[in-house]
DNA sequence: TGATTTCTGGAATGGCTATTCTATAGCGAA
DNA sequence: TTCGCTATAGAATAGCCATTCCAGAAATCA
């Protein structure tokens, strides 16, 4: 018996949350496969196992109530309860409590000490005030028309460049995923214009840019205006080359911050004409396989 | 019947912490003596309400069990465990998710007649819901050893796949504004893993993967550790397979709307580094042309 | 391969829980 | 005072709780 004991030093159990995230994050504990399911999900919704029961936290986790009495006495507790109230109740009640000290000591800190902060805070917020600005000034009527023309598409074009190419790159993606047929253009290739080439009445086509306007990507949206598609564009300003081919048309101004512009409206409004065209198709099915 | 009804018209329960903390306050309920000592002890320890068991707390009240039971009747709730739940229990999580609950409450309220306007609202919901947790779970410390670390180096590969890739494919293009010589990882020309197989441990490399973590981006990520690459990762959970290979990653977790999860915090992020490492290497030049 | 240890799912169990019930105490009105 | 009513204490109870246990599945090792 004393042998066995001395050869087990038990490490002590984590004490509060951070404790025991750290432990698990870097291994330190090794864990069978489902005790380290219940680990993933306790990192990832501590709220449910603080207020929840063995019962109802095992189905939400999918494991067995015995695999979270496991879990507690591997780091070292003696069962479940006492896990869930030294770590996890724990930590919300210390979090109240201390929640306006942290806000009144971020407040303090808030000082240039740190360059890489300032410019992490600078981009959030452009970021967000990017949406807010979009969401106040973006008409309705023409995001419902957008998604019915492209909804109505064979194949959606996406035409962007540089900065703008990451949204289009997004979409292409999105789409997929959807089962939407899209075209992605500008993948660097040269093949561009001849692709556009295929384009015609029964396509739509989604160009996106900002000033400084890319060239090639004027270019290709009026190639695949001249063909018959119908165009959608996202730009910056009303006097925007792309919007002379377009019925359709969005303005998105974006923030920016040490001449760096955001990226998040442009992204939004991605977002959701690419959900919204396939709600549409799905709801009125017309393009199928064709 | 009827008069009887009309002369008790209930007040519904309150629904959060600071509804019934104003009823009792303003004396709007009005307690019988022993309910009132009830309400004292709650609205002084609102965490022992939130976290113990009738009995436990009827001692520590010095009051008996049913008393807490009829206390929380007379607030118009079935039984005190529902009382415990919506309003003690509500209250500790609210302060901790509240990004969480926005969105799900805007998923709740089927809002605006238009079904796109209810998209594009969740989708901004959700990317300014993702910009401000990651603002205030974000590391600042790593996020300058991570600036630093790629500063350093002489080549930064950019791997990501899927949905993570246009954040890289945004970084390669304000990399190549800002002068900083990157190599973009998963453009879809099959040679990869060649590609890879030029870093060295003078390079860095930034590997971008979220649940499902795609193989190839995981694939990709160790074959630049292990050809000694210093290693920033951008990854959803400390459990993510690609912190193997890494000391400095990051843990970005966005929200989702409609099973579509935002990009913005990890575009934010990406912003931040990019900018970060060109100031350094402009404030402290060392791998110029080499 | 087979032996041995570890891990897991699921049922069994005893204790504790919230709630109900009832006798009685308290209190205002007549 | 006595009546009528509400509020209370405390015991009773049914249900759920965390935990244990064990047979069998995996994994590990030789």
Redesign the interface.
Same mark, same amino acid.
């Given at each position: 018996m004393g042998r066995l004991a001395s050869s087990l030093p038990p490490p002590p159990p984590p004490k509060d949350f951070d404790d025991l995230?750290d432990a698990?994050?870097e291994r330190r504990v090794k864990l069978p496969k489902r005790l380290?399911q219940v680990?993933?999900f306790a +990192?990832?919704h501590?709220?449910e196992i603080?207020?929840g029961t063995v019962a109802s936290i095992a189905e939400k986790a999918e494991v067995q109530p015995s695999a979270l009495v496991r879990f507690a006495q591997a780091l070292g507790y003696p069962g479940f309860s006492d896990l869930q109230?030294t770590v996890f109740?724990g930590r919300?009640?210390e979090?109240?409590t201390s929640?306006d000290e942290r806000l009144a000591a971020l407040r303090d800190s808030t000082g240039p000490s740190?360059?890489?902060?300032a410019?992490?805070?600078g981009?959030?917020t452009a970021?967000?005030a990017s +949406?807010?600005r979009?969401?106040e000034s973006?008409d309705?009527d023409t995001?419902?028309e957008a998604?019915r023309v492209l909804a109505r598409a064979e194949t959606i074009y996406l035409i962007a460049q540089?900065?703008s @190419?990451?949204?289009t790159? @997004?979409m292409s993606?999105?789409f997929a995923k959807l089962g939407v047929k899209t075209v992605l253009i500008g993948?660097?290739l040269g093949t561009d214009p001849e692709t556009i080439g295929f384009a015609g009445p029964r396509d739509a086509a989604i160009a996106i840019s900002f000033t400084p306007y890319a060239a090639t990507t004027i270019a290709l949206a009026r190639a695949a205006a001249d063909r018959g598609a119908k165009m959608v564009v996202v730009t910056d300003s009303p006097f925007s080359p792309l919007i002379a081919d377009s019925a359709i048309w969005f303005e998105v101004v974006e923030a920016d911050f040490?001449g760096?512009r955001?990226?998040?409206a442009a992204?939004?409004?991605a977002?959701?004409l690419?959900?919204?065209v396939a709600?549409l198709r799905r709801s009125e099915p017309q393009h199928d396989g064709k």
């Open positions: 995230r698990l994050v380290e680990a993933r +990192i990832a501590p709220e603080a207020f109230r109740q919300l009640r979090k109240v929640y740190n360059r890489t902060a410019l992490f805070g981009f959030c970021a967000t +949406i807010e979009l969401r973006l309705l995001l419902d998604a540089r900065r @190419y990451p949204v790159a @997004y993606y999105a993948s660097g040490r760096f955001s990226l998040a992204m939004s409004l977002m959701t690419t959900v919204a709600d």
